[in-house]
């Protein structure tokens, strides 16, 4: 019933941009805690970014101020917002739901951001 779609991914030069955006549906939106994953070649997934209902954030330390997760609550839209891209931030970038009353989590199908010269 919940459905997360991603967009927003493609390919970048070191030190660019990428907007990553996720539309939710099916779902109480806005009592949710939502979060921004990736999972790199040969690595596990690894959390990035995560945004309470209350708006609360938290960053995994690699990202800490070049990234930034926001959402819109009246959109049903969660974002991330990447500058200043290294290679190393070359992943798979999976849009997350934790549905509080289940704690069951919906994932979306990932978008590839790729940072290369």
């Not at 997360?4 to 970048?12: A, D, I, K, P, T």
């Not at 070049?66 to 290679?87: A, H």
């Amino acid at each position: 019933q919940v459905q997360l779609v991603e967009s927003g991914g493609g390919l970048v030069q070191p030190g660019g941009s990428l907007r990553l955006s996720c539309v939710a549906s099916g779902s109480a939106f806005s009592i949710n805690t939502m979060a921004w994953y990736r999972q790199a070649p040969g690595k596990e997934r690894e959390l990035v970014a995560v945004i309470s209902s209350s708006y609360n954030t938290n960053y995994a330390d690699s990202v800490k101020g070049r990234f930034t997760i926001s959402r819109d609550n009246v959109k049903d839209t969660v974002s991330l917002q990447m500058n200043s891209l290294k290679p190393e931030d070359t992943a798979v970038y999976y849009c997350n739901l934790r549905n509080i009353g289940t704690f069951m989590n919906y994932w979306g199908k990932g978008t590839l951001v790729t940072v290369s010269s």
